[in-house]
């Protein structure tokens, strides 16, 4: 929102980077964060001193993944030349780049940490957490983007400079709760440091399918925004803005998506899959009617959604912008309903491990109908932003039916991710 009153080139450079920066992110934050289903099937097992072995064996990845992202900071011009946007936004994509890929490591080993209070059903330390941080960012997002308060005006830079101090801030707090006396006493969160060799292992064949899943699912969604991006910078800037309105919708799926995947481990841990499938539908009810009111006021009310990105712009620039973006929230309405099935779904899968069906959905789905389709739009036949939109609405229509064909196969209720317990 910020930096749609600061420019359109900072607008239209700010999701490209920052979704394709997520991209390569998730791939070790989908692995690394995959521990709370490990530590949700120990609990579901009653083996709590297991728990912290898992988390740290999640830390040592993070290190291994932060230390890689750091390295493509030093090939942002090249990566930005490659996609072809306008030579004004280029440059602004390979400043914010380098502020994101240097702060990686926190978002991926924040991702083990908040796994260990999740995976518990402890989700309000990482509730907690996450506004703290957000909180920081929105601060110094308003503070350096424009030179408020006497601070340097730094525009899409201090945007990266904020969102790396921030995501420190939410992995600072959620370390300093994890590793505390009482949760070392029970879970052994700093006893059980030591590397696990067979424990690492397990974690790499579930979760790296989980990593590769989200890291996939990520870049089909940065292949289709860059590729809207070479219609032009207008048209980038709308779909920029109906991504980050479609975050309303996306984000508390997310959460709700994270508690299946909880619940579901600690049932088949427990060997209880029965209360699995009823925690699956459960949320199935709740995500289909908050998704299906978000699709009404798009339809319904789409400016009062833009009105934030509008309020200190400058109108006559951002009358095209919002004329194609609420076209696509048009598409939005329907894309969140469908999405809700994939998200609850696939959620409920990863829960008992059944990752590498998701990835290779994903990689077949995202190629054949996402993105093929999207490049033949815009770059063969020019048929322009809605053509494109509704190859998008098609990938995440087919997803849902797929993981919800999955999910009621009942191949996953037998699946699990921890090793059995030694007999004594």
Not at 14 to 21: K, N, R, V
Not at 125 to 151: C, K, Q
Not at 179 to 194: A, P, R, V
Request: proline fraction near 4%; aromatic fraction near 14%; hydrophobic fraction near 55%.
């Amino acid at each position: 929102m910020f930096l749609s009153w600061y420019s359109t080139e900072a607008l239209a450079a700010a999701l490209p980077t920052g979704i394709l920066s997520f991209t390569l992110i998730s791939l070790f934050m989908g692995t690394s964060g995959y521990v709370s289903t490990f530590i949700a099937q120990y609990i579901g097992a009653s083996r709590p001193e297991r728990v912290g072995p898992a988390m740290w064996q999640g830390m040592y990845f993070a290190l291994i993944g932060g230390l890689l992202l750091a390295c493509t900071a030093l090939f942002s011009k090249p990566i930005f030349s490659f996609i072809g946007h306008s030579p004004e936004v280029q440059i602004l994509e390979s400043e914010y780049w380098i502020f994101l890929t240097l702060g990686g490591i926190f978002p991926v080993a924040q991702a083990t940490l908040a796994g260990f209070f999740s995976g518990r059903g402890k989700t309000y330390p990482v509730m907690w957490a996450s506004f703290a941080a957000t909180a920081v960012n929105i601060v110094l997002n308003y503070l350096l983007i424009f030179g408020n308060l006497g601070m340097p005006e730094m525009g899409i830079r201090g945007a990266g400079l904020s969102t790396f101090i921030s995501g420190m801030i939410n992995f600072l707090i959620l370390a300093y709760l994890a590793f505390s006396k009482e949760n070392n006493s029970k879970y052994k969160t700093i006893s059980g440091w030591k590397f696990e060799l067979n424990l690492f292992k397990r974690l790499i064949r579930y979760g790296l399918p989980n990593g590769v899943q989200f890291f996939l699912d990520i870049a089909a969604f940065s292949a289709f925004i860059l590729l809207i991006g070479r219609l032009g910078d207008t048209e980038l800037a709308a779909s920029n803005i109906a991504f980050n309105i479609s975050m309303l919708a996306f984000m508390p799926m997310i959460g709700l998506g994270i508690t299946v995947s909880i619940l579901v481990g600690q049932s088949l841990g427990a060997n209880h899959p029965a209360k699995a499938k009823i925690a699956t539908f459960s949320a199935l009810q709740m995500s289909f009617t908050y998704m299906t009111i978000l699709a009404l006021l798009y339809l319904l009310i789409p400016t009062v959604f833009i009105y934030p990105f509008s309020a200190k712009a400058d109108p006559n620039e951002f009358e095209s912008i919002k004329s194609l973006a609420l076209v696509a929230m048009r598409f939005l309405a329907l894309w969140s309903i469908f999405d809700s099935f994939a998200i609850i779904c696939s959620s409920a899968l990863k829960g008992a491990g059944d990752t590498a069906f998701i990835m290779l959905t994903i990689c077949i789905t995202a190629s054949l109908v996402l993105i093929a389709p999207t490049f033949l739009i815009i770059e063969v036949f020019n048929l322009g932003l809605n053509a494109a939109w509704t190859s998008g609405l098609a990938y995440i229509t087919c997803l849902g039916f797929i993981y919800s064909l999955r999910f009621k196969s009942g191949k996953w209720e037998s699946m699990r991710v921890i090793e059995p317990e030694k007999k004594p």
